[in-house]
């Protein structure tokens, strides 16, 4: 919740970014990276994928209008982003995105050399 006050209208200042919080989970067949982005809207999110390195970019959407004061915020006025080094166990091509209620779930698929399986026993 932003608390505003009516002020003179001043030059806009560069927003700054900062690392939300995150979790990683590793299950038999993928890892889940859950991200919380509160205040990003689909349309500013970014991934990517290179060098084996996962990034993530989120751009607020709400700005206060330029005759406002904010007294009081809850969080920080800032951008979000989130760099993580993969290893060789993905399968960068299969890696899935959902953003719901401000949180995006990556699911990143174990690729098919790593993932456990049964050996048959033969004779």
Do not use: C
Request: charge should be neutral.
């Amino acid at each position: 919740m932003n608390i505003l006050t009516k002020k003179e209208p001043q030059t806009a200042t560069p927003r700054r970014t900062i690392l939300p919080r995150y979790d990683v989970r590793e299950e038999a067949d993928a890892f889940t990276v859950t991200i919380d982005l509160p205040g990003v809207e689909r349309s500013a999110v970014e991934t990517a994928v290179e060098n084996e390195t996962l990034t993530i970019f989120g751009r607020r959407a709400w700005t206060p209008p330029a005759e406002w004061t904010p007294l009081h915020r809850e969080s920080a006025v800032a951008d979000y982003r989130l760099t993580l080094e993969l290893n060789r166990r993905v399968n960068h091509e299969a890696i899935r995105a959902e953003l719901s209620q401000g949180v995006l779930t990556l699911t990143l698929p174990k690729a098919e050399a790593v993932k456990p399986r049964k050996i048959e026993i033969s004779g």
